[in-house]
């Protein structure tokens, strides 16, 4: 049943205690976000009036769960004082999301806003901001708890306690060590500390057991964060400099987010439209990314049909051609989609490099062949009964050899080339696979038809 404006209001206000009363807090601000999206779609103006009257440390929480495109009208209604009081609520890894956010939509607000914030934390978020938003800095938390290698466990835990108290740091699942001089020497999780004594030292931790000295760099590839993370089981990245300095974290959070988004950006990107754009309320704006592919795909179709107006001829003198040719391309560009969608899924997991490509290809095109032979057999089989004619069988049987082997060569060659340019491989791959695969197909159908039927 749909709920009305005042019902959502009821349940927000109940949500807003058991906040206040410790219930579960992460779970009280996600809820709260999703009764708002609810008051939004019914009342914008009501939906703005709620979030304002949510208490500063909630509405902080809140604002970093809403979707896109309600956060970009709240941010817009909230004046920069009343921003800069949020955002010091806020991590720094989701204040720096926000404040970039306002420099999109207006950068006099951003500055605004910056110097309305604490100074120190002002630095930070700018240094924050200024990663460009495919690298590890721009998804870097700065609080972190760490541990000095020649302190004991006691010494540390008293450290942390004292940060809780002062809300210096949510969660602190793990801790970092580092020597006297800030350096990153490992990580464990903060349940293995109760295998410890109080007493003892980090430096007998790490010399008895070791610890995990995995990182990054702040300037290192969003896509290296995502491939540590699967291959190590990690569930936060520590970042540090050249030399060694920890700077922050990247928590589950923002890793799993990555995730999500790369595959995403895969589905979209091989469908030609843009995850921006399909968000985007602008019905314009999605329609002129889409038409954009389209016309590219209109004219690899134009060059397709320029092929077979090369053989008009041949298809009037046997009509059966111009029923069986849809079934050649068509069998081409799915064996190639098969390949194409592999390999491009590969590259993005770091399962394969651009210069592993003669291996990729050979078992790509030997797996082409393979399933080439067999459906060549099968419709040359289908084809001599349909129409009567033997030889029209090896026609489209040879031609359904050398289009699968075409889509499977193609299909693995084309993102390896385009990642090895330096360009997303799922974009665009499809089309110009489409091309290969229609141009290649009914030029050797046709041409196959040309020679041995005529």
């Known amino acids: 049943m749909d709920r009305n404006i005042d019902d959502l209001t009821v349940e927000i206000e109940r949500r807003i205690r058991l906040f206040q009363e410790g219930m579960d807090e992460n779970a009280q601000a996600y809820e709260i976000s999703e009764l708002l999206e609810e008051a939004r779609e019914l009342d914008k103006s009501r939906f703005l009036e709620l979030l304002k009257s949510l ?31 949020i955002i010091e609520e806020m991590d720094t890894d989701d204040a720096a999301d926000i404040v970039q956010q306002i420099e999109e939509m207006d950068e006099e607000k951003a500055e605004e806003v910056l ?6 934390d002002s630095k930070v978020i700018r240094e ?28 540390s835990i008293k450290r942390l306690k004292e940060m809780k108290s002062r809300g210096e740091i949510d969660n602190a699942y793990h801790v970092f060590i580092v020597d006297g001089k800030e350096r990153f020497l490992g990580m464990m999780p903060m349940e293995d500390l109760v295998l410890h004594g109080p007493n003892e030292v980090y430096r007998n931790i790490i010399d008895k057991e070791g610890v995990l000295t995995v990182s990054v760099h702040p300037r290192e590839k969003i896509d290296k964060v995502i491939e540590l993370a ?6 936060v990245i520590p970042v540090t400099d050249e030399f060694g300095i920890l700077l922050g974290r990247i928590t589950a959070d923002d890793i799993y987010d990555l995730m999500e988004k790369q595959a995403t950006d895969q589905i979209y990107g091989m469908a030609g439209v843009q995850e921006e754009s399909e968000e985007s309320e ?31 001829s041949t298809i009037q003198s046997i009509v059966a051609l111009a029923v069986l040719m849809p079934i050649v391309a068509s069998m081409g560009g799915n064996a190639g989609t098969q390949s194409l969608t592999v390999t491009v899924r590969q590259l993005a997991l770091g399962d394969i490099d651009p210069t592993e490509a003669r291996k990729v290809i050979t078992k790509e095109v030997l797996l082409s062949l393979g399933n080439g032979l067999i459906y060549a057999v099968v419709m040359g089989t289908i084809a001599w009964i349909w129409f009567d004619m033997p030889m029209l069988g090896v026609v489209i049987g040879l031609s ?55």
């Open 55 to 85: 208490p500063e440390d909630l509405k902080a929480e809140v604002l970093s769960e809403l979707p896109k495109n309600a956060q970009e009208e709240a941010l817009e209604a909230i004046d920069a004082k009343e921003l800069a009081e």
């Open 115 to 120: 110097d309305e914030i604490d100074e120190e």
């Open 128 to 155: 924050l901001i200024s990663y460009d938003e495919n690298e590890a800095g721009a998804y870097m938390q700065t609080e972190l708890f760490k541990a000095y290698v020649d302190e004991t466990v006691a010494e």
């Open 230 to 235: 699967g291959n190590y089981n990690m569930n």
């Open 282 to 312: 602008n019905i314009i704006e999605a329609g002129k990314t889409r038409a954009i592919w389209l016309g590219i795909n209109l004219l690899t179709a134009i060059a397709a049909s320029i092929v077979i107006g090369f053989f008009d």
């Open 400 to 454: 359904m050899i050398i289009n699968l082997l075409a889509a499977g060569f193609f299909g693995a060659m084309i993102p390896l080339v385009l990642k090895g340019l330096g360009i997303d491989p799922a974009v665009g791959s499809t089309v110009l696979l489409t091309t290969v695969t229609d141009v290649v197909g009914f030029f050797s159908f046709l041409g196959l038809a040309t020679m041995i039927l005529l």
